[in-house]
Protein backbone atom coordinates (compact mmCIF):
# COMPACT_ATOMS: atom_id res chain seq x y z
CA UNK A 1 0.00 0.00 0.00
CA UNK A 2 1.48 3.43 -0.81
CA UNK A 3 0.91 6.21 1.14
CA UNK A 4 0.43 9.57 -0.18
CA UNK A 5 1.55 12.74 0.74
CA UNK A 6 -0.73 15.55 2.32
CA UNK A 7 0.46 17.62 -0.95
CA UNK A 8 -0.51 14.88 -3.27
CA UNK A 9 -4.43 14.31 -1.61
CA UNK A 10 -5.15 17.57 -1.87
CA UNK A 11 -3.79 18.03 -5.46
CA UNK A 12 -5.99 14.78 -6.48
CA UNK A 13 -8.84 16.67 -4.73
CA UNK A 14 -8.42 20.22 -6.27
CA UNK A 15 -7.54 21.71 -3.00
CA UNK A 16 -3.86 22.59 -2.87
CA UNK A 17 -4.43 25.85 -0.74
CA UNK A 18 -5.25 25.58 2.61
CA UNK A 19 -5.91 28.82 4.96
CA UNK A 20 -3.30 29.65 7.51
CA UNK A 21 -4.91 30.33 10.77
CA UNK A 22 -3.03 32.16 13.46
CA UNK A 23 -3.33 33.32 16.75
CA UNK A 24 -0.80 36.20 18.33
CA UNK A 25 -0.17 36.19 21.65
CA UNK A 26 2.10 39.34 22.78
CA UNK A 27 4.11 39.34 25.45
CA UNK A 28 4.75 41.91 28.46
CA UNK A 29 6.88 44.74 29.26
CA UNK A 30 6.92 48.17 28.68
CA UNK A 31 9.06 49.00 26.10
CA UNK A 32 8.33 46.22 24.16
CA UNK A 33 4.98 46.80 23.57
CA UNK A 34 6.13 49.68 21.43
CA UNK A 35 8.33 47.32 19.47
CA UNK A 36 5.28 45.22 19.58
CA UNK A 37 3.33 47.34 17.78
CA UNK A 38 5.68 48.45 15.18
CA UNK A 39 5.86 44.49 13.84
CA UNK A 40 2.22 44.01 13.89
CA UNK A 41 1.56 47.38 12.10
CA UNK A 42 3.73 45.45 9.49
CA UNK A 43 1.76 42.95 9.75
CA UNK A 44 -1.29 44.39 8.90
CA UNK A 45 0.39 46.54 6.18
CA UNK A 46 1.83 43.82 4.23
CA UNK A 47 -1.56 41.40 4.35
CA UNK A 48 -3.38 44.47 2.87
CA UNK A 49 -0.55 45.04 0.43
CA UNK A 50 -1.24 41.06 -0.65
CA UNK A 51 -4.73 41.52 -0.92
CA UNK A 52 -4.29 44.62 -2.96
CA UNK A 53 -2.05 43.07 -5.80
CA UNK A 54 -4.15 40.09 -5.50
CA UNK A 55 -7.31 42.24 -6.66
CA UNK A 56 -5.10 44.05 -9.31
CA UNK A 57 -3.53 40.67 -10.96
CA UNK A 58 -5.75 37.50 -8.92
CA UNK A 59 -4.46 35.25 -11.99
CA UNK A 60 -0.50 35.91 -11.39
CA UNK A 61 -0.54 37.21 -7.10
CA UNK A 62 -1.85 34.43 -4.59
CA UNK A 63 -4.86 34.45 -3.23
CA UNK A 64 -4.42 35.89 0.45
CA UNK A 65 -4.47 32.94 2.70
CA UNK A 66 -3.53 34.44 5.90
CA UNK A 67 -6.64 34.76 9.22
CA UNK A 68 -5.80 35.76 12.58
CA UNK A 69 -8.77 34.44 14.79
CA UNK A 70 -6.95 35.44 18.11
CA UNK A 71 -4.73 38.40 19.71
CA UNK A 72 -4.25 38.42 23.23
CA UNK A 73 -1.62 39.11 25.81
CA UNK A 74 -0.04 40.04 28.66
CA UNK A 75 0.55 43.31 30.23
CA UNK A 76 1.92 45.77 27.88
CA UNK A 77 1.41 43.27 25.44
CA UNK A 78 -3.11 42.91 26.18
CA UNK A 79 -2.99 46.63 25.52
CA UNK A 80 -1.34 46.11 22.37
CA UNK A 81 -3.56 43.45 21.46
CA UNK A 82 -6.75 46.23 22.71
CA UNK A 83 -4.91 48.72 20.29
CA UNK A 84 -5.07 46.58 17.48
CA UNK A 85 -8.12 45.46 17.48
CA UNK A 86 -9.35 48.58 17.67
CA UNK A 87 -7.20 49.79 14.68
CA UNK A 88 -8.84 46.62 12.80
CA UNK A 89 -12.40 47.41 13.67
CA UNK A 90 -11.94 51.10 12.56
CA UNK A 91 -9.69 50.48 9.43
CA UNK A 92 -7.03 52.59 11.44
CA UNK A 93 -3.52 51.17 10.71
CA UNK A 94 -2.91 52.76 7.12
CA UNK A 95 1.11 52.51 6.12
CA UNK A 96 2.74 55.78 7.01
CA UNK A 97 5.63 56.74 5.00
CA UNK A 98 6.50 60.01 6.39
CA UNK A 99 6.35 60.06 10.44
CA UNK A 100 6.22 64.08 9.97
CA UNK A 101 3.19 64.29 8.10
CA UNK A 102 0.11 65.06 9.85
CA UNK A 103 -2.09 61.68 8.85
CA UNK A 104 0.07 59.78 10.64
CA UNK A 105 -2.03 59.88 13.84
CA UNK A 106 -4.43 58.20 11.56
CA UNK A 107 -2.65 54.69 12.16
CA UNK A 108 -3.40 53.63 15.88
CA UNK A 109 -0.35 51.41 15.78
CA UNK A 110 1.96 54.35 15.22
Not at 51 to 69: F, G, R, S, T
Amino acid sequence: MKLETKEVIQKQAGTEREDIHIGLVLAGAVTAGAYTAGVLDYLLNTLDFWYEKHAEDPKNVAKPNVIIDAITGASAGSIVAAVTLMALATKRYKNVDDPTNLESDKNLLF
